[in-house]
């Protein structure tokens, strides 16, 4: 590949998920999946992980998994779960994914199970927008734009 043709892919790379203010966060339909309010935050200036939050309402019979994600945001991607444990807050990975049970909603939000961005390639900036690509056992895989919201935010409605 020549130098120009990468610098282009790069430039084009920016944009995508540097560039872009966030748009009216809508939500997307996979096979029986919904995917709504999904977002992540700002990153503090030297920070190398960030979370990713998003509600799945599985409208079907059957239940389904979310297996894996990934993103060109952060050189690796993992699904987290965070609880209490002995009045300590525990994160961690939870290599077999989440149960997207028939008929419920699963909650991926601040304080529980996340999408865990860990060396991220820049830091995330409010108002950019940062890709993900999820992947269903059932229903496959759907890429996402999470808005980004302030540090610290519990939810996020773009304007
Ligand atoms: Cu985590």
């Known amino acids: 590949?020549?130098?120009r043709i990468l610098a282009i892919i790069i430039t084009l790379g920016g944009l995508i998920w540097g560039g872009?203010?966030?748009?009216a966060q809508q939500s997307v339909v996979?096979?029986?999946?919904?995917l709504s309010g999904a977002f992540?935050?700002?990153?503090?200036?030297?920070?190398?992980?960030?979370?990713?939050?998003?509600t799945i309402t599985n409208n079907g019979e059957m239940d389904d998994q979310l297996v894996s994600v990934s993103s060109p945001a952060a050189a690796v991607v993992e699904l987290h779960t965070?609880?209490?444990?002995n009045e300590v807050m525990v994160m961690r990975s939870s290599p077999d994914g989440f149960a997207v049970p028939a008929g419920e909603v699963t909650e991926l939000s601040p304080g529980g199970k996340h999408i865990m961005f860990m060396q991220?390639?820049?830091?995330?900036?409010?108002?950019?927008l940062v890709p993900v690509t999820l992947v269903f056992e059932r229903a496959g895989s759907v890429d996402l734009m999470l808005p980004v919201?302030?540090?610290g935010a519990k939810s996020y409605v773009p304007e």
Do not use: D, Q, Y
């Open 1 to 3: 590949m020549n130098k």
């Open 20 to 23: 872009i203010p966030a748009l």
């Open 30 to 34: 996979v096979g029986e999946l919904e």
């Open 40 to 54: 992540t935050r700002a990153t503090p200036p030297n920070a190398k992980t960030g979370g990713g939050f998003v």
């Open 82 to 85: 965070m609880k209490m444990e």
């Open 120 to 128: 991220i390639t820049e830091p995330f900036r409010m108002g950019n």
């Open 149 to 151: 919201a302030p540090i």
